[in-house]
């Protein structure tokens, strides 16, 4: 308890700061870790969304749009976006459209869905340690 | 890019791994066990429920 409250008062109370921590962490995976200085973690971050994003686009996985029609259509974007700047490469790479009529297209679709999910979990983790309420 | 079933599952399983145990665990050591703990639950729940589908595929 005395921990938590010593790494609030050394953050400070700055939700703005937080705030742009978490839109830096969303945009390019770890750079939310890398402005507050955790290089090691920064790295990590970034090497595992990246590997599981660029899995997900040469495997020829299905990178949603939001014109998407059906409502699970819809979450697979919002999944897919949580990659930040992998997402928007990916929209403007295309590398012949998805292929699901093969396992591996549909193990694709997974992957980078599961990047965008886990970039959401570090923007949290950022915005947590930004806050002060994590080490 | 051509993966078999188990290289796609060994590289999510070694990625989502590493990420959780650095999401989770703040020491050296913990994060570390963590890792492996995970990378293993991920590896045997995966065969242990391949083996238990394996009389559906027939």
């Known amino acids: ?135 | 890019m051509r993966l078999s079933h188990f290289q796609a599952m060994l590289l999510f399983a070694f990625v989502i791994s590493l990420a959780f145990a650095l999401l989770a665990k703040h020491r050296i050591g913990e994060r570390v066990k963590y890792a492996l703990w995970t990378l293993l639950a991920f590896l045997l729940i995966a065969v242990a429920i391949g083996w238990l589908m394996y009389p559906l595929s027939r």
């Open chain 1, 1 to 135: 308890m005395a921990e938590k409250q010593q790494l609030e008062k050394q953050a400070g109370d700055n939700p703005a700061r937080a705030g742009l921590v978490a839109v830096a962490a969303w945009l390019v995976p770890g750079l939310g870790h890398l402005i507050l200085r955790k290089w090691g973690r920064a790295a990590i971050y970034f090497l595992a969304v990246g590997a599981l994003a660029v899995t997900g686009l040469a495997l020829r996985g299905n990178i949603f749009s939001v014109t998407s029609d059906d409502p699970f259509g819809f979450l697979g974007f919002l999944a897919d976006l949580g990659a930040g700047v992998f997402y928007f490469i990916s929209k403007f790479l295309e590398m012949g459209g998805p292929d699901v009529s093969r396992a591996a297209g549909d193990y694709g679709t997974r992957f980078f869905a599961t990047a965008g999910v886990l970039n959401l979990l570090c923007v949290l983790d950022a915005h947590e340690i930004a806050r002060g309420r994590k080490p």
